[in-house]
């Protein structure tokens, strides 16, 4: 049973044949899927699909995510929105008032960074770096820095001064010479290690978005990233704290394991820093993962998102898909009663 579906290849187009459902490119199928089971699906670039593909979606209440080749969000098929006013309700007032939100903020920030200094402590043991060891102590320094009291403002402060400590020395992380790191960039990634990064950060996104309306909160309310014309400022906010621990142990995994080459990259020197739209920017964007790399991507963050490991709260071993589920569902008991606390994850090492 398939309950996730990547569609990757450029111009495919989706048609239902009874239960399944067909990938065809250029006329040619390239792939059929049991359609029974299917819970969301995921277009990477442009596919198309016909109406009773659609249909069926809508009827089977399939989440269906757009994404453009880069791996930016687009667009979500909107179905039912979740009936649990009472729960909006408290969300809405809860984060409208500037110190609860500021606390919010706060418990997220710490534990953004609580993730990061346990994975530059772990590696600064492992490559005997003490380079890394300093760094993941000035980061850890940082956190003690936020109190109750620390306003918005001062919290993002706290957060960035925190990533530039550790993105100044995520190069030692790197044990494979082909690939480099010269500092966080997007929109577009300017290098391999970007390119990646940013990828998987969406797709934590997206996954933090699930959880997010399956559970019932608005996902376009949050704490830390401010209130913005179509962005989910509350996904955003609950994605920090799987970046690190996640994200780029996943994408240092595949590089350091040699699992993905620099072959596996398209490079373009005729770059440009803006675009008129999409396929602009797909026509000149520096760097860009080849389709089979787009594949072996997908399929090691589905391996991931597969493992299981120690829930705290629960005192049992969970599914990274679940455990965002459950962290979600712990902010929503917290918006209803403050006096839960809301404890970010931070892995044990």
Request: aromatic share 10%; hydrophobic share 40%.
């Amino acid at each position: 049973m398939t309950e996730t579906l990547y569609i990757m290849e450029s111009g495919s187009y989706l048609r239902r044949v009874g239960e399944s459902l067909k990938v065809f490119n250029k006329e040619v199928v390239i792939a059929e899927i049991p359609a029974n089971g299917l819970k969301k699906l995921i277009l990477v670039g442009y596919a198309s699909m016909s109406g009773s593909v659609l249909d069926y979606l809508i009827r089977n209440r399939v989440e269906t995510v757009f994404m453009t080749p880069t791996g930016r969000y687009r667009a979500r098929l909107a179905i039912d929105e979740h009936r649990h006013v009472t729960l909006r309700m408290n969300q809405y007032l809860k984060l409208s008032d500037k110190a609860f939100a500021s606390r919010l903020a706060g418990c997220i920030v710490k534990g953004k960074i609580e993730n990061m200094y346990r994975l530059m402590l772990l590696r600064s043991r492992h490559y005997a770096a003490e380079s890394l060891k300093i760094a993941a102590l000035k980061i850890k320094s940082l956190s003690g820095c936020i109190n109750e009291n620390s306003g918005l403002d001062y919290i993002r402060g706290i957060e960035g001064a925190t990533s530039n400590i550790y993105f100044g020395v995520f190069p030692e992380l790197i044990k494979n010479e082909t690939f480099s790191f010269k500092g966080r960039n997007r929109r577009p990634p300017l290098d391999p290690m970007n390119a990646m990064m940013s990828f998987i950060y969406t797709l934590l996104t997206n996954e933090v978005l699930s959880a997010i309306k399956t559970c019932g909160l608005d996902p376009y309310l949050g704490s830390l990233h401010e209130i913005s014309y179509g962005r989910p400022s509350l996904a955003c906010d609950l994605v920090e704290e799987y970046r690190s621990y996640l994200g780029d142990r996943m994408v240092l995994g595949l590089v350091n394991k040699r699992l993905v080459k620099i072959d596996d990259f398209i490079f373009r020197t005729d770059t440009k820093k803006e675009f008129v739209d999409d396929d602009d920017m797909k026509a000149h964007r520096p760097v860009e993962m080849k389709p089979t790399m787009n594949r072996t991507f997908i399929a090691a963050y589905e391996e991931m998102m597969n493992r299981s490991v120690h829930y705290p709260p629960l005192n049992k071993s969970i599914k990274y898909r679940w455990l965002i589920y459950q962290q979600v569902k712990s902010l929503g008991q917290f918006l209803e009663n403050p006096e839960l606390a809301y404890q970010p994850f931070t892995w044990e090492m």
